[in-house]
């Protein structure tokens, strides 16, 4: 008994993930030898990274006679080598004819628009100043080099790297042998003529002055980062410091930061390169205990150099000889640091000792570690190309995928049962006023709580803070004026779609557009709901993304087209419990393993930071308290007042108070799936902070932490079930969006133009919700083909224009009995206008951008009617003051 009830608790708590290798090691062909030497030794400091798709690696220097130790002498060299791959994927080096300015080395390398950017570095006697580009003309079979805009000073052995388009540069020495610096400039690279950028000094790290150090860019959670590791400091007269520390600068709030707290950073020298959306992997580097021995040694030789003493001094050299000779190496370890997690692991094995006095450079999907020294004047012609493997770990087990089937089937089905109550379109888009208040209350919460928000918020706060646990709160301060303004006005009118209102109100055009664009907005947002879930479940079940929208779209559409809204309200019911259960057990299996469990989760999250709530700061810019407070306020009047999604759920219920308790249902589940989702991830960054292993680095974004925590830790048949609820949220979303569309399209444009002869009615909505469905499926098929970035950036900014200014077309209506229809079209052009605006030059932080859409058409239409059209023909029964007047006489005739 004892044994099963083990075997029972180690399956519901699942177990750890087996270490997963996501890195794979191959060679590509070997430097060939520099000019008048038959063999190539290896180069140390060489100018290296991509042009033209070739690898480009020139200057450098080594010790091509002898060892230091053994009078060698160190050789610097100006030519230049590329690297080209056929389309047989055959690779092969050549050494061009033309040479770079001077023998040099030891200096940094980007890639620019306008060739290899190459800066700084030193020679045998001096160090340099200038920068050039190198330009591989591969038609020509040749390289131009161009000069570039000199550095400020001279300078060498720094480090470097490039975040988005700015180049940022640190410490470094300014003259041969001379102290270690803090210097720390940045050159913007992404204009039209890099060659014409300036450097710009900043200031400089909290820290010592440092040389050899590591650079990195890497998002901190947030934003992207200039990341600061290791290095030594060397001062005149002073003994060598070996430094193990790292800092962040952040650029947009231009502050330094320490990291590695609970951690150090034995990368010297090392080579460094960002992984996934929040990883730093070292492929090499020095811890300098070694060096510091050497050191010790040599002190020892000086030491007995010129005394009487003839035993010491030789005993004192072998030692110093056999330290060098015997020397190990810079490690084979692979190590990652995660800047959210702020820890440290092992995340690999080279083939060989690690690389140093060289720079990783990307090559398409691979990274490439050329040449550079492997122990102390010993260099190497190696070239290693590490390949990341974004499929390690991925999968489901025949049960979980069962799981996922059987849930699917069920929401099927409640298809095909709601189908048989379908007798006409009052039952396909208000389920005949039968749907008691707190399934429509659930329903509301589902459809706001997709599969995005799902994920997303547990992602939000494992990599920042709750800064936005507010936004979700405001939905208590906009609950009152939405059960005050709007559902009286859907209520009493007896209207089908919120846009009836507005041609009741102004006129047909203003109905017209505010439907044509609810249309146009799910459509685009079906695309994004369905496309998004679909990338993080590729990315940690290995399920094709294609067919995860395809199985997403057609059962949502199959169970939608048949059991209309009530189907919809009742699938949405049975996946808030889902979702909202399956959350609370991640939550409880994450809590028994952390150390100190829900205490120690608390913990963690004070020391780092994680439960920071109020930044009562008045920057518009920044997720601050204010700008959540007032942003949430105006997204969610929007949202809950005028989204036909929302305003159908007020009409299905029997009665206007049924419908105000709707209103509260959702806005009390607000409360706890908030702190649920919020501190589930909060308990995501203690997990993984305590058990670092198991994180998936190579996440191109975060939102795939809790599906990955789903996946790798849970138990399997609970993950199936998991994974089918992200399925789930994402159809409970796309179903309302179907639903409600089909609904707008039937009512504001099929039926109110009478282009029902014919057709029965309830088959044109039906027709209408399998058009639009499809419409949404093929945009996010289409989706998947494109660059995911850049689409999601510019969907967002062009839904802006118009949805933000929707809100405050029905505000306008609503609370002033001066607005025209003409004015009201002009609100609607003047907020487009403004969002493009605010789109273009940011003004604002993005939660702000529904506030900027309401107000700007609000007061642009409240002006623009004073002049245009005839207030006089206003129905004020149609207004907030008309209404209340109305349903004061009510009151006092019942009276």
């Known amino acids: 008994m004892r044994y099963l009830f083990l075997f029972l608790f180690s399956f519901l708590c699942g177990g750890f993930a087996l270490a997963q290798e996501y890195f794979r090691y191959d060679l590509l062909p070997e430097l060939p030898a520099n000019s008048d ?51 047989a994927g055959e690779s092969a080096w050549q050494l061009m004819a033309e040479r770079l300015p001077e023998k040099a080395g030891y200096g940094g390398a980007v890639a620019t628009s306008a060739g290899l950017f190459c800066f700084g570095g030193n020679t045998a006697d001096r160090v340099l100043q200038k920068t050039w580009f190198i330009q591989y003309r591969a038609d020509e079979d040749r390289v131009e080099i161009t000069p570039g805009p000199d550095l400020p000073r001279p300078l060498t052995n720094f480090a470097f790297a490039k975040v988005n388009d700015d180049l940022y540069l640190a410490g470094g020495v300014e003259m041969p042998g001379g102290p270690a610096t803090k210097t720390f400039w940045r050159i913007h690279l992404g204009g039209p003529d890099p060659a014409k950028a300036e450097w710009e000094e900043l200031e400089s790290w909290p820290g010592p002055a440092r040389a050899f150090a590591v650079g990195a860019g890497q998002s901190n959670g947030v934003q992207n ?38 951690t150090t950073f034995p990368v010297m020298a090392g080579t460094a390169f960002p992984v996934g959306t929040s990883g730093i992997a070292f492929s090499s580097g020095a811890d300098g205990q070694l060096m510091l021995r050497e050191n010790e040694l040599k002190k020892e030789v000086e030491r007995w150099t010129g005394t009487a003493d003839t035993m010491s001094l030789p005993r004192a050299e072998r030692n110093l000889l056999a330290h060098l000779n015997d020397h190990p190496g810079f490690g084979k370890k692979l190590f990652l640091y995660n800047t959210v997690t702020d820890r440290m692991e092992i995340a690999g094995e080279l083939p060989a000792t690690g690389q140093v006095t060289t720079t990783a450079v990307p090559w398409g999907s691979s990274i490439i570690i050329p040449s550079g020294e492997i122990r102390p004047g010993v260099r190497t012609p190696r070239i290693t190309r590490i390949s990341i493997d974004k499929e390690a770990g991925q999968g489901l087990s025949t049960w979980d ?140 079940t290995g399920i094709d993304i294609f067919l995860c929208i395809g199985v997403m779209g057609f059962i949502s559409l199959i169970y939608t087209m048949m059991g209309g809204i009530e189907a919809v309200i009742w699938t949405d019911v049975v996946q808030v419990i889902v979702l909202l259960g399956g959350a609370l057990l991640s939550l409880g299996l994450i809590i028994s393993k952390v150390d100190g469990g829900f205490g120690g989760i608390v913990e963690t999250g004070i020391q780092d930071h994680k439960f920071n709530l109020f930044d009562l700061d008045l920057s518009l810019r920044q997720p601050t308290f204010w700008v959540m407070l007032v942003g949430g306020m105006f997204a969610n009047i929007t949202t809950y007042g005028t989204d036909q999604t929302m305003v159908q759920r007020y009409l299905t219920t029997k009665s206007v108070k049924t419908a105000n308790q709707s209103v509260w249902t959702n806005a009390l589940l607000t409360i706890p799936a908030t702190l649920i ?92 919700t399998l058009i639009i469905g499809l419409s949404g499926t093929a945009f996010a098929l289409i989706m998947a083909t494109w660059d995911i970035q850049s689409l999601w950036d510019e969907f967002q900014k062009v839904l802006g224009l118009i949805i933000g200014g929707l809100g405050g077309v029905f505000l306008l209506g609503i609370l002033s009995s001066r607005a025209t229809g003409a004015g009201a079209l002009v609100g609607i052009s003047c ?28 007061i642009c239409g409240w002006l623009a009617s004073l002049i245009l059209g005839d207030p006089s023909k206003v129905d004020l029964s149609l207004t907030y003051s008309g209404q209340k007047t109305l349903t004061d006489q009510e009151e006092n005739t019942n009276n």
């Open 37 to 87: 030497y038959f063999v190539q030794a290896g180069l140390a400091g060489p100018y290296t990274g991509i042009d033209q798709d070739a690898l480009i690696l020139a200057g450098g220097a080594n010790f091509p006679d002898a060892l230091p130790w053994e009078g060698g002498q160190k050789v610097y060299y100006d030519e230049i080598f590329v690297l080209t791959q056929n389309a």
């Open 225 to 262: 980062c200039f990341y600061l590791f290791s290095g030594r400091n060397v001062q005149p007269d002073q003994a060598v410091e070996i430094l193990q520390d790292g800092y962040v600068y952040n650029p947009l709030l231009k502050t330094w930061e320490q990291i590695g707290t609970a």
């Open 401 to 540: 995928f069962l799981v996922v089937a059987v849930y699917l089937g069920v929401l099927g089905w409640m298809g095909f049962y709601f189908s048989k109550r379908q007798k006409n379109t009052d039952d396909y888009f208000k389920g005949g006023g039968r749907v008691p208040w707190w399934a429509a209350g659930l329903s509301i919460f589902g459809t706001a709580l997709s599969a995005i928000t799902f994920m997303a918020i547990p992602a939000k706060t494992f990599a920042t803070d709750w800064s936005y646990f507010m936004l979700n709160m405001t939905i208590f301060l906009v609950a009152p004026l939405v059960i005050l303004l709007f559902i009286p006005f859907y209520r009493r009118l007896n209207l089908t779609t919120a846009y009836e209102y507005l041609e009741q109100r102004f006129n047909l055009s203003v109905r017209l557009l505010g439907s044509a664009s609810f249309i146009l907005y799910q459509i685009g947002r079906m695309g994004v709901v369905l496309f998004l879930p679909s990338i993080a479940l590729n990315v940690v």
């Open 677 to 768: 989702f919020f501190f589930l991830g909060t308990a995501l960054y203690a997990f993984f902070q305590s058990f670092p292993a198991e994180l998936n680095p190579t996440f191109a974004n975060n939102d795939a932490i809790f599906p990955w925590y789903i996946v790798s830790q849970l138990p399997t048949g609970v993950s199936g079930l998991l994974i089918a609820g992200i399925f789930a949220a994402a159809m409970s979303s796309i179903s309302s969006s179907m639903n409600s569309a089909a609904t707008a399209y039937s009512t504001d444009f099929h039926f109110r133009f009478g282009w029902t002869a014919g057709i029965d009615r309830l088959r044109l909505a039906r027709i209408a």
């Open 831 to 858: 907020s487009v206008i403004v969002q493009i605006l605010v789109a273009y030059y940011q003004p604002v932080h993005l939660m702000l951008y529904s506030a900027t859409g309401v107000l700007s058409c609000f």
